[in-house]
């Protein structure tokens, strides 16, 4: 692995998150809070500066693509320092004091969890709102994605980026050139952005409201700029749109540029996507059908509005919340639950375990159980019409195994801070599959100031591992990697 190579891309993405953190300082003049405007304009030197040291350094060095370990030590190391350096606007401005509580925030933004430690959310400028939910929007699609779209200057070696960061056990291709691919993607996302915003303002949403809301929505990530999330608006309306769209950023995006190219076939044959729609379909109409014969509301068709929303929201790890489902009846509670451990698909914006990987492991638990019946069998797991070869299994398997050893290992760590059985481990579950809120106390009406700093930066650090489908963060762990 070539250091200077990894610099020389690190120091790129420094000067595109600059550009980016320009955009609240936009925000902040429009609104007329001048004085937030520096708070966002030091990160900005600082970034630059950096930017220019480590590329007039690199440059000293011969120019070659990124290794997969220069790729992996990379991705991980842009996380990190996104939110180490999108933390500096909160600090400066002195709206979140503890630089922990500003790096737990950030870092659930760009990881769109969406876990917040705020109490009074509507208290803070409208700059740094902004700036809170545009961390959503460009940790959705991959911040790594949109370096290597709009930077030809990494070179091949963004397919190893892309890799890395994108959600799912493998990385499909519409091009031949993952730089096409990348800004395809970017695009698509961009097309959606503009789509959501223009239907949340004909539903009476201002231009802020609007943009805010559909960065968390296509992000899967739920910071809202209100105290209380979507629950603020009682528009039918405003609900209907917003779970379109989560359920839209939950499907792989590489499935919508087949679907304008006319590829249909490979949309029907998509394993993925029918799975997906089953467990949602199913989840809504079995909450509803609880929520209405409980009474909690008074229609069934307002029960299923509510139970789509909530379903599609923990479904795609959204969190954004239009009621407090903690408070709903137990069958209800359980099938959230249950949701949290599935995910979006690969490929898409969602966190989570990924439906693709739920139903390649339900094939082989089937398969298995034929072989008790016919021990000569000749059995294959097929995902979208193909065989799924033997060392993905393999990868997918261990990936589940992981999920959960850390799981449990969180769940331990949260609860020497002296919490319950249940807020502790829907904690690690809500954080780790880039979740949100969950239930007891970090539910959907509470936040996670209470946790003393080193459970938020340990929860910090299993945010990233979540985001980056805990391989690329902890194979750097592991001594053998590292040697030649």
């Known amino acids: 692995m070539r250091i200077a ?32 405007v520096a708070s966002f304009l030091i990160p900005v030197a600082i970034n630059s500066g950096v930017f220019g040291l480590l590329y007039s350094i690199s440059q000293r060095h011969e120019q070659r693509s990124l290794s997969i370990k220069g790729g992996l030590l990379f991705v991980t190391m842009t996380w990190f320092a996104a939110a180490a350096t999108g933390a500096l606007p909160f600090i400066i401005s002195g709206a979140i004091p503890s630089y922990a509580d500003a790096f737990f925030e950030t870092i659930s933004g760009f990881t769109t969890t969406g876990a917040s430690i705020l109490t009074e959310i509507e208290a803070l400028p409208y700059s740094l709102l902004f700036w809170r939910s545009l961390t959503h929007w460009l940790g959705g699609m991959g911040i790594v994605v949109l370096a290597v779209a ?12 892309v890799k890395a960061e994108a959600p799912g056990p493998s990385v499909d291709k519409v091009t ?23 239907l949340l303002m004909f539903g009476g949403m201002d231009l802020f409201e609007a943009l805010t809301h559909t960065f968390g929505t296509l992000a899967t990530g739920g910071f809202s700029p209100k105290n209380s999330s979507i629950g603020f608006y009682s528009s039918a309306y405003i609900h209907i749109v ?28 998509n394993t993925e996507i029918k799975v997906y729609l089953g467990i949602f379909l199913a989840a809504m109409l ?35 919340a239009t009621a407090d489902f903690d408070a709903w009846p137990q069958v209800a509670k359980i099938v959230l639950f249950l949701l949290m451990f599935v995910g979006g698909s690969s490929g898409s914006t969602g966190g989570g375990i990924k439906v693709v990987r739920i139903a390649a492991l339900f094939k082989l638990g089937l398969n298995e159980l034929r072989y008790i019946i016919q021990p000569r069998g000749v059995f294959t797991i097929k995902i979208n019409g193909s065989r799924m070869k033997k060392d993905i299994m393999y990868v997918v398997a261990g990936f589940f195994f992981l ?51 080193y459970i938020k930066w340990f929860l910090s650090v299993i945010m990233v591992i979540g985001r980056l489908e805990i391989y690329t963060v902890l194979v750097l762990l592991v001594p053998r990697f590292w040697r030649r």
């Not at 709009?150 to 980026?161: E, K, M, N, R, T």
């Open 5 to 36: 190579t990894v610099l020389r891309v690190f120091s790129v993405f420094l000067l595109l998150l600059s550009g980016f953190m320009l955009i609240p300082v936009v925000v902040a003049l429009f609104y007329g809070e001048t004085e937030y």
């Open 403 to 453: 999920y959960i050893f850390l799981l449990m290992m969180t769940t331990i760590v949260v609860a020497t801070s002296e919490q319950n059985i249940l807020t502790s481990f829907s904690t690690a579950l809500v954080t780790l599959g880039n979740i949100g809120p969950g239930f007891g106390a970090v539910g959907p009406t509470m936040n996670y100031s209470f946790y003393p700093d």
């Open 286 to 320: 079995i909450i509803a059908l609880d929520l209405f014969s409980r009474g909690v509301y008074g229609s069934f068709g307002e029960s299923l509005r509510f139970a789509g929303f909530q379903a599609a929201s923990i479904l795609t790890t959204t969190g954004y």
């Open 150 to 161: 709009v930077f030809p200057l990494i070179g091949s070696g963004g397919f190893q980026l």
């Open 176 to 198: 031949p050139r993952i730089t096409e691919t990348a800004k395809i993607l970017w695009f698509l996302y961009l097309i959606f952005t503009a789509v959501e915003t223009a």
């Open 242 to 269: 917003i779970t379109v769209f989560m359920m839209m950023a939950g499907i792989n995006f590489i499935l919508y540029h087949r679907l304008l190219r006319g590829n249909l076939l490979s949309i029907r044959k």
